[in-house]
């Protein structure tokens, strides 16, 4: 079930064991992201794309947006 979290949530929920994906561009995922997060871009985000997650984990996905 989707759910907002913050920060703090992700890094707790990753400590836990989820996966974080991060759906911006590469080069923004380069700038800066949550260490250990996977670069799944949004606009590539497909089923093929998305084989790359272990489906027995949970899934955090985020974007890192500063505007």
């Given amino acids: 079930m989707p759910r907002s979290v913050d920060r ?3 890094l707790r929920l990753r400590s836990e064991g989820a996966q974080v994906v991060e ?3 590469a080069d923004e995922y380069e ?3 949550i260490a250990g997060s996977v670069n ?3 606009k590539q985000l497909e ?3 998305a ?3 272990d489906p027995s984990r949970p899934v955090v996905t985020y974007c890192n947006d500063f505007q």
């Fill in 8 to 10: 703090e949530g992700v």
């Fill in 23 to 25: 759906v911006l561009p």
């Fill in 31 to 33: 700038w800066m992201h």
């Fill in 40 to 42: 799944l871009p949004l």
């Fill in 47 to 49: 089923r093929e794309t």
């Fill in 51 to 53: 084989r790359r997650l």
